[in-house]
């Protein structure tokens, strides 16, 4: 019973930790619930969806995150991109910046 215990509660600080970082919320509580100390620590490790820096395929247009060296839309070979785009967290960070105080 005690493992039990142990294993939902490693799973629910994985999920955080893994919601946290723009992914899913399940399956690091999976993860982490599953392999409980290294499945959190995978979590804390994993990095930031949302502060990947995104770039456009020159194919369909859609935005991937700039490391994917195929666009999972159109399957064009994407070569590393001179421009990139910002990533989600620093244009959230600027349109919070941009907003009027109050
Ligand atoms: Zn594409």
């Known amino acids: 019973m005690?493992?039990?215990?142990?294993?939902?509660?490693?799973?629910?600080?994985?999920?955080?930790?893994?919601r946290m970082k723009g992914s899913s919320f399940f399956v690091w509580f999976l993860i982490s619930g599953l392999i409980p100390f290294f499945g959190l620590l995978a979590a804390v490790c994993y990095r930031w969806e949302d502060r990947e820096l995104?770039?456009?395929?020159?194919?369909?247009?859609?935005v991937v995150k700039l490391?994917?060296?195929?666009?999972?839309?159109?399957?064009?070979?994407?070569?590393?991109?001179?421009?990139?785009?910002?990533s989600e967290e620093s244009v959230r960070h600027r349109l919070a910046a941009s907003r009027p105080p109050g």
Not at 3 to 14: K, N, R, S, T
């Open 2 to 18: 005690g493992l039990v215990v142990i294993m939902f509660f490693f799973g629910l600080a994985g999920g955080v930790v893994g």
């Open 54 to 62: 995104r770039r456009q395929c020159p194919g369909c247009g859609r």
């Open 67 to 86: 490391h994917d060296t195929m666009c999972t839309r159109c399957g064009t070979d994407l070569d590393f991109p001179a421009v990139a785009i910002a």
